[in-house]
């Protein structure tokens, strides 16, 4: 069993930056990763994704604002989060695969591939 508890979440101002982080309970070099938000009233949308090689995925509307990676050594998996836009609110999760799921590279964004969630940490960013 593997728990994840996000923290960094907060209030920011558009234009601003925040950066998440994901403390997991065991080795993150063995699991693909990802962070999700979902906000009020819409789906849980899958914001970026990492394998255990490193490469990185993300949704189209966050590409060149945000970046996802994983520090082994702490466990951790991280979200940094430039030019936030009030359409950025949202509550952000991590997840975690044990395996790598199939097709991963177009599979990422999809939230059954992952069997463990952290919380949540909240994110608002107001204009």
């Known amino acids: 069993q593997v728990q994840l508890v996000e923290s960094g979440g907060g209030s920011a101002q558009a234009g601003g930056s925040l950066r998440l982080s994901c403390q997991a309970s065991g080795n993150t070099y063995s699991y693909w990763m990802a962070w999700f938000r979902q906000a009020p009233g819409k789906e849980r949308e899958g914001v970026a994704g990492?394998?255990?090689?490193?490469?990185?995925y993300y949704t189209d509307s966050v590409k060149g604002r945000f970046t996802i990676s994983k520090d082994n050594t702490k466990d951790t998996l991280y979200l940094q989060m430039n030019s936030l836009s009030p359409d950025d609110t949202a509550m952000y999760y991590c997840?975690?695969?044990?395996?790598?799921?199939?097709?991963?590279?177009?599979?990422?964004?999809?939230?059954?591939?992952?069997?463990?969630w952290g919380q949540g940490t909240q994110v608002t960013v107001s204009s």
């Open positions: 997840a975690a695969a044990p395996t790598r799921p199939p097709y991963y590279s177009v599979s990422w964004p999809r939230a059954i591939r992952y069997r463990y």
């Open positions: 990492i394998e255990t090689n490193g490469l990185t």
